[in-house]
C-alpha cells in the first residue's frame, strides 16, 4: 500500500512534523508565559519582595506597590484631601492647615526619594515635590501617612528634587519655572531660578543656588560633595522657540560644601529670611558642564563615579565623571533618552521616549569606547518617561526588576472611556536580556518611582497608633455645654458603637467633637460621617481627631461608621439632634429623658437665644 | 533526693506558681491571622487581651464575672499550702513527721482537685449564662474544658494550666514523693 502510494508517505510525514511543531511551538509558548508568570505571581497571603513607592502626578498622591506582583496596596494622600482616609478633611487637621497654607488642596507630584543611611534606604521617610504649587511634602514610613507640608521660598514649578547622598544631609528642591531674578514683575532682566537645599529634619530651606534657565531633574554624587541638575533653557528665553536656540545646555555641579561656606560667611543675598547665593558674586560654587540641548534626566551611577545625563532631543547620555566633573563619553543610545537606572552588574537602563524602549548598555564598555556597549533593548508600552530598577537610585542595587512608568497606554488595556489608563510595566532584568513580566495600571500619573525591601521596613511599619494624651478614654465620653452657642463632645469608637451614641445642641451651636478610636487590635478602622454637615473622617485605631462645625438645620442627623468593621457595623450609629434656636429643653434634661450613654456635664446653662 | 529537699522545693513551687499565670487559654479565628487572643488567670484576675476579648464577648452575650470569689480562695489555699510545706520540711523522722507529710501531700491533691472543679464550673456559667439579648444568635452555649478546645463561633478556645498550674501540678508530685521518702536527721 505504502510502496504503491508513497505519496501517502509524504503526507502522513508533513503532517506529523506540522503537527510534532505545533505542539512544541505551543509548548514553548506557554511555558514563556508561565516563567514569566511565576516571577511575578504572589500568592494570596504571600508577600511581595519590594515596596514601590510611585508618584501619584496630578492624583497629587503617591501609590504604594507590591513588587514584583504590581498590586496596588495603599495610596498615601498628600497634596489633595482624601475622604476615604479621613487625610485633611477638616480644617483643624495640621496638614490641612498646611495646604491651606501653602497653596491648596491639590497637587503635582513627581519624584519619591527615600532618606537614606551610608547610600542605602533607612526606612525613615519618604519626600516627594509638587511642581505645580513649589512644594515638598515628607511621609513617614512608620505610618505612611505625611507628616509635613512646606513651601519652598524663592522659587515655582519644584521639579527635581533629590537626597544628598549617602546621609540625607538635605533634600535637593529644583526650580524649574524661572522667575524674575529680584522678585519685580516690571524689571526685564532674564529670569532665573533657584535649587533650594532643604533639612530633612526640620523641612526648612537652609540655602538657595541660583542658576541661570529652567532646573529639571536633580541626583547627587554619592559622597555628598556635588548637586546635579540638567538645567535647559540656558538662553533664559520665554516662548518655547526662544528655549531651544542653543546646541549645549548644561548639566549644573553645585559644591555641597563650598556653598555650605558661603553661606556661613554670610555671601548669600537673603530673601524670604533665606540666603541665595548668585555664582557670579560667589565663583567656585557652580560648574556647568555643558551637553546637548535640553537634557532631561541626570543619574549618579551606585558607585558614584559618573553622572548620567539623558540627552532627550539628542539621541544620546552623556557620561560626566562625578569627581572631575569631566565628560568622559557620549555614546549614543536612541531616540528620546530621558532617564537612567543601573543594575548591580555595570550596566545602565534608558528609557527611550520617541523609541518606546528601555535599552540596556555597559558603562565600562561606552566609557572606553567600545563598539558593542549597546547590550539588549526591549519595547515597553508607550512612551516610557521614567523608569527605576530597584535599588538603582541607591548605592546597592538589587539587579532583579525594573518598572517601566510609560506614559501611554492606548490599546494595552480594556476600553474605559478617552481617559485612558497610566501603563506600568515590569521587566526581569537578571540575565543578559531583559524579559517582560507583567503591566499593571494605575490612575493618573506615575512619574518616578523607587523601591525598598519589605525586610527592611517590617519592624519599623506600626499597625496602631499609641493614644495622644489627650485622647478620649473610654469612660470619660461627655458632653458639656460650655458656652450659651457652644457645646463640646469628647466621643470614643470601638465595635460597634459611638459614646455618646448621641447628643444634643440647638441649631447653629458650634460643636467641638474630640473623637477617639479606642480599638487596639490592627485594622479596626472606624468612619465618623455625619450628614448634611460636609463631615466625614475616619480613624485607624487609637487615633484622635478634633472636629469643629456648626450645627445646621432643626432636626435629626445620623452619625454612622463608613469603613465596615464589624457583624453590627450597620448599626455603629448614633444622633445628633438638633433643636430649634428658641428650644427650651436644655441639654442636661434631654439626656436624662434620652437616657444617653456617656457621661453629661451641665456646664453652662442651655439658654438659645435668650441671654 | 530526701524529703525534706522535696518539700522545700514544694513550698518553693507553690509560691512561685503566685507570681505565674495559673490558667491560660488561647483564642484563634480566620480574621486574628498571627495575633491569637489570650487570656490568663492570674493571681490579680483576668490578665492578656482583656480589652479585645471584652470587645468580641458583646456580640455573643457573654460576660467577663465582675468577681472570682473562688479565684480568692484559691490564691489564699495556695499560699496556706506554701506554708504548709515549707512547715512539712522541718520535721524530721519521727511518725508525726511522716504523717504529716503524708497529710501535706494529701492537701495539695484535693486543693487540686478542688480547684479543677471550681474552674471547671466557671468556665460552665461563663459559656451558659448568657445575656439572652445577644446579637448573633447562632452561638449556642458552650463549655470550655479545663484542659482542650472548643468551638465558640468562628473562635476556637483553647484552655490550658499556664506556668502556675504546671508548677501546682509539680509541687503536688514533689510532695507525694517525699511523703514516701525518710528525712534525714
Excluded at chain 1, 318 to 330: G, M, N, P, S
Aim: hydrophobic share 45%; with cysteine.
Amino acid at each position: 500500500m505504502i510502496k504503491r502510494h508513497p505519496f501517502i508517505l509524504v503526507l502522513v510525514t508533513v503532517a506529523a512534523t506540522l503537527a510534532a511543531v505545533q505542539t512544541l511551538g505551543c509548548g514553548a509558548a506557554r511555558s514563556a508565559r508561565s516563567i514569566a508568570a511565576d516571577k511575578i505571581y504572589v500568592a494570596p497571603g504571600e508577600l511581595d519582595k519590594y515596596y514601590g513607592f510611585l508618584s501619584g502626578g496630578q492624583s497629587g498622591s503617591v501609590f504604594v506597590v507590591g513588587i514584583p506582583s504590581g498590586r496596588l496596596i495603599r495610596e498615601i494622600p498628600v497634596f489633595e484631601q482624601r475622604a476615604a482616609y479621613g487625610y485633611a478633611m477638616h480644617p483643624t487637621d495640621p496638614r490641612r492647615r498646611e495646604l491651606e497654607e501653602t497653596g491648596g488642596a491639590w497637587g503635582d507630584t513627581h519624584h519619591p526619594v527615600l532618606s537614606e543611611t551610608d547610600g542605602v534606604p533607612d526606612g525613615r521617610f519618604l519626600w516627594i515635590n509638587d511642581l505645580a504649587n513649589g512644594r515638598l511634602a515628607r511621609i513617614r514610613l512608620d505610618y505612611f501617612e505625611a507628616d509635613r507640608i512646606v513651601k519652598i521660598p524663592n522659587l515655582q514649578g519644584a521639579h527635581g528634587i533629590a537626597v544628598v547622598s549617602p546621609s540625607t544631609k538635605y533634600i535637593v528642591v529644583n526650580g524649574e519655572f524661572e522667575q524674575p531674578t529680584d522678585g519685580l514683575v516690571t524689571n526685564p532682566a532674564p529670569y532665573t531660578s533657584v535649587v533650594a537645599f532643604v533639612d530633612p529634619e526640620t523641612m526648612e530651606v537652609k540655602f538657595q543656588v541660583r542658576v541661570n534657565g529652567n532646573i529639571d531633574i536633580a541626583d547627587t554624587s554619592k559622597d555628598g560633595r556635588f548637586a546635579f541638575s540638567t538645567v535647559y533653557n540656558l538662553e533664559q528665553g520665554r516662548t518655547m522657540g526662544a528655549m531651544i536656540q542653543n546646541d549645549r545646555d548644561a548639566v549644573v555641579a553645585i559644591d555641597i560644601p563650598a556653598a555650605e561656606q558661603a553661606v556661613a560667611a554670610g555671601r548669600g543675598e537673603i530673601r524670604n529670611a533665606i540666603p541665595i547665593l548668585d555664582p557670579e558674586q560667589v565663583p567656585g560654587i557652580l560648574t556647568l558642564i555643558p551637553v546637548p540641548k535640553n537634557p532631561h534626566g541626570v543619574n549618579v551611577t551606585p558607585d558614584g563615579r559618573y553622572a548620567i545625563a539623558s540627552g532627550k532631543l539628542s539621541p544620546t547620555v552623556t557620561i560626566i565623571d562625578a569627581h572631575t566633573l569631566k565628560i568622559v563619553a557620549e555614546p549614543e543610545v536612541g531616540l528620546g533618552p530621558l532617564h537612567t537606572t543601573f543594575d548591580n552588574r555595570g550596566n545602565a537602563y534608558t528609557s527611550l521616549f520617541l523609541d518606546s524602549q528601555v535599552v540596556k548598555w555597559n558603562i565600562d564598555k561606552a566609557v572606553n569606547g567600545s563598539d558593542d556597549y549597546i547590550v539588549d533593548r526591549i519595547n515597553v508600552h508607550y512612551n516610557i518617561g521614567h523608569l527605576q530598577a530597584v535599588g538603582g537610585d541607591h548605592m546597592r542595587p538589587a539587579g532583579d526588576y525594573l518598572l517601566a512608568l510609560n506614559k501611554l497606554s492606548k490599546d494595552q488595556y480594556i476600553g474605559v472611556g478617552p481617559d485612558l489608563p497610566e501603563n506600568q510595566e515590569i521587566i526581569d532584568i537578571s540575565g543578559e536580556k531583559m524579559k517582560m513580566l507583567a503591566a499593571f495600571p494605575t490612575p493618573p500619573e506615575p512619574h518616578d518611582a523607587t523601591f525598598m525591601s519589605v525586610a527592611l521596613l517590617k519592624p519599623l511599619v506600626k499597625q496602631t497608633y499609641t493614644p495622644a494624651a489627650d485622647a478620649v478614654q473610654a469612660g470619660q465620653e461627655r458632653v458639656v455645654r460650655t458656652g450659651p452657642h457652644a457645646v463640646t463632645v469628647d466621643m470614643t469608637l470601638i465595635r460597634s458603637a459611638y459614646t455618646p451614641d448621641s447628643f444634643d445642641v440647638r441649631e447653629g451651636d458650634q460643636v467641638t467633637l474630640k473623637v477617639t478610636n479606642v480599638e487596639t487590635i490592627r485594622d479596626m478602622i472606624h468612619g465618623f460621617a455625619l450628614p448634611d454637615h460636609n463631615l466625614n473622617i475616619a480613624l485607624a485605631p487609637g487615633y484622635t481627631k478634633t472636629l469643629t462645625f456648626a450645627a445646621g438645620k432643626p432636626g435629626v442627623y445620623w452619625y454612622y461608621c463608613t469603613n465596615f468593621c464589624s457583624a453590627l457595623h450597620l448599626e455603629m450609629r448614633g444622633r445628633m439632634v438638633v433643636q430649634p434656636k428658641d428650644s427650651t429643653v436644655t441639654l442636661t434634661d434631654w439626656h436624662a429623658a434620652e437616657n444617653v450613654k456617656g457621661q453629661v456635664v451641665a456646664g453652662v446653662p442651655s439658654t438659645g437665644d435668650k441671654p | 533526693m530526701n524529703a525534706r529537699a522535696c518539700y522545700v522545693l514544694a513550698a518553693a513551687l507553690c509560691a512561685a506558681a503566685l507570681a505565674t499565670p495559673l490558667w491560660g487559654f488561647a483564642m484563634s479565628a480566620p480574621q486574628y491571622p498571627d495575633e491569637t487572643l489570650h487570656l490568663q488567670i492570674a493571681r490579680t484576675g483576668i490578665v492578656g487581651d482583656v480589652h479585645e476579648v471584652e470587645t468580641l464577648q458583646q456580640y455573643i452575650g457573654v460576660r467577663f464575672p465582675s468577681d472570682l470569689p473562688e479565684l480568692v480562695w484559691a490564691i489564699r489555699s495556695i499560699a496556706a499550702l506554701a506554708a504548709l510545706l515549707l512547715i512539712a520540711a522541718f520535721f524530721g523522722r519521727q511518725r508525726i513527721g511522716h504523717w504529716y507529710r503524708v497529710g501535706c501531700a494529701a492537701l495539695v491533691v484535693v486543693f487540686l482537685i478542688a480547684a479543677a472543679a471550681a474552674v471547671q464550673a466557671r468556665l460552665y456559667r461563663v459559656g451558659h449564662e448568657r445575656d439572652k439579648n445577644a446579637p448573633i444568635r447562632a452561638v449556642r452555649n458552650f463549655t470550655p474544658p479545663l484542659v482542650g478546645p472548643v468551638k465558640v463561633g468562628n473562635f476556637t478556645v483553647w484552655s490550658f494550666p499556664h506556668v502556675g498550674g504546671v508548677l501546682l501540678v509539680g509541687a503536688a508530685a514533689f510532695s507525694i514523693f517525699g511523703s514516701r521518702k525518710r528525712a534525714v536527721a
